[in-house]
């Protein structure tokens, strides 16, 4: 499992080159399984247990993130590569 970490994802469609007009995001595939996960939030937010109602939204982390669970990495997203001290995302 590989996680990469793209400023925005302009730049996750360009550098991995997993995305097209037509299709959109690649679909899974025998030599490619990504997870695009986006923009992710943080634990930060807070609503109100009696309503549901949010009370804070919880804020952003930073970029477009998207899993490799296997396949290759193209060059140019490589340098996108993060790891995280604690993935949201883990394979057993």
Do not use: C
Request: charged content about 20%; aromatic content about 10%; cysteine-free.
């Amino acid at each position: 499992m590989k996680y990469l970490q793209f400023p925005d994802e302009k730049t996750a469609r360009s550098a991995t080159g997993w995305w097209s007009k037509e299709a959109g995001w690649i679909i899974p595939s025998p030599e490619l399984q990504i997870a695009v996960r986006g923009v992710l939030y943080n634990d930060d937010g807070e609503s109100n247990p009696d309503t549901g109602e949010v009370i804070k939204e919880p804020t952003t982390q930073t970029g477009f993130h998207i899993d490799v669970i296997y396949g290759a990495i193209p060059e140019r997203a490589q340098q996108f590569i993060v790891t995280p001290s604690a993935p949201d995302f883990v394979l057993a």
